[in-house]
């Protein structure tokens, strides 16, 4: 399958490295990075990634051909090493925003970056960052997205296909997805760092709305009242408001 560049971007696409099969394209474009100059906006999307990875160290394994799993290299120098966690929200706001344009009700972000419709995943994202001293030299924005797939086995995911009924053209999808995820990225670099978070709260499950939590105590119920600046998250229970870093507290969806 071949994936053509990007026509209407500015620069995103305009590079696309295709692998048929590859274990992660974020490790394959971190790598790229030692061996040479890449360009901003370089793409590399395989067909068939085995060895995905997510957050907290969880895999993301998709089956081949029915799904888009790509990583994209930004160079955000504008971005302050403490505002790192916008890029997260903008680009789980640019799936949403790819996600609603297909007439999909009920997309929400699941804090830090996965993309539910419902209670089921549809989309997951892993943003790894290259510092050099106080900047952000290179970030790869790692995003797959079910299109086609229909079995998930016993994990609760879902598909563009499931939900809409109709089977999509990744290629296409490719297309229209990377505009989105431009718009964000230029959003950021314009400063609109105040718009985002709005928008990225406002996308939030769980927020200002109860949903049962797990810490380190055990269960609680909590309702989100604020992402930080630096991701942490701040969930108000029994009258208190806690924060939380990424490992230390997950939703339960069940």
């Not at 305009?14 to 990075?33: M, V």
């Not at 925003?97 to 089921?120: A, E, H, M, R, T």
């Amino acid at each position: 399958m071949v994936y053509e560049t990007v026509n209407d971007t500015l620069f995103t696409a305009k590079q696309i490295i295709y692998l048929p099969e590859c274990p992660s394209t974020n490790d394959f474009l971190l790598a790229e990075l030692n061996r040479q100059t890449s360009v901003e906006g370089l793409v590399v999307i395989t067909n068939k990634q085995t060895a995905g990875k997510g957050q907290r160290g969880n895999t993301w394994i998709t089956e081949p051909g029915k799904n888009l799993t790509f990583s994209i290299l930004f160079k955000p120098v504008f971005v302050l090493p403490k505002h790192q966690f916008f890029m997260s929200m903008a680009c789980s706001l640019a799936v949403a925003d790819w996600l609603k344009s297909l007439n999909i009700n009920d997309v929400k972000v699941k804090w830090p970056n996965d993309v539910y419709v419902g209670k089921k995943k549809i989309a997951g994202i892993l943003i790894e960052n290259q510092l050099r001293g106080t900047i952000i030299q290179h970030s790869v924005w790692g995003i797959g997205i079910n299109i086609n797939q229909t079995d998930f086995g016993d994990f609760p995911a879902t598909s563009v296909y499931q939900i809409i009924g109709v089977e999509q053209d990744v290629r296409s999808c490719f297309q229209s997805l990377i505009l989105c995820i431009e718009k964000r990225y230029l959003q950021l670099k314009a400063g609109l760092n105040k718009h985002i978070k709005q928008d990225y709260l406002s996308s939030l499950l769980a927020y200002q709305t109860m949903q049962q939590f797990e810490d380190a105590d055990g269960l609680f119920m909590g309702k989100i009242e604020d992402v930080l600046d630096s991701g942490h998250v701040c969930i108000q229970q029994s009258g208190s408001i806690k924060q939380y870093d990424l490992k230390e507290v997950k939703m339960i969806l069940d």
